[in-house]
């Protein structure tokens, strides 16, 4: 069973950054499909971007394209969420999940992410962008 803990929330002012980190555990799977997700007071939990880590595949959302970008942390072993330029409507609660990967194409990894498709979820780390 795949546990997932986030870290690296916080307060920045716009303009600023933060990266996130996802750490996932407790299985053997050889290619994992990872999505950060947020939801933010008021509204539904929206995908942000996701990673196959076996290709390396990636996919963001049109509001965050330029400004994020998710990756794998080898040192670390975990996904990184890179989060630059951000905007006062970034904040939210972020979510990381966790998955076996079926796939590689952007095609496929877009389609889990609309569909919130995944079996392990973390606990969210929060982001505050003031102003």
């Not at 920045?12 to 980190?21: D, F, K, N, P, Q």
């Not at 290709?55 to 970008?69: E, H, L, M, N």
């Not at 989060?83 to 970034?90: T, V």
Request: glycine share 12%; net charge neutral; hydrophobic share 35%.
């Amino acid at each position: 069973q795949v546990q997932v803990v986030e870290s690296g929330g916080g307060s920045v002012e716009a303009g600023g950054s933060l990266t996130l980190s996802c750490a996932a555990s407790g299985s053997t799977y050889i290619n994992y499909v990872v999505g950060w997700f947020r939801q933010a007071p008021g509204k539904e939990r929206e995908a942000v971007a996701g990673i196959y880590t076996g290709p390396g595949t990636a996919f963001y959302v049109d509001d965050v394209k330029g400004r994020f970008t998710i990756s794998q942390n080898s040192a670390n072993n975990t996904i990184d969420l890179q989060m630059n330029k951000l905007k006062p409507e970034d904040t939210a609660m972020y979510y990381c999940a966790a998955d076996q990967a079926y796939g590689g194409s952007s095609h496929s990894l877009a389609l889990r992410l609309r569909g919130a498709d995944f079996r392990a979820w973390g606990r969210g780390t929060q982001v505050t962008v003031s102003s």
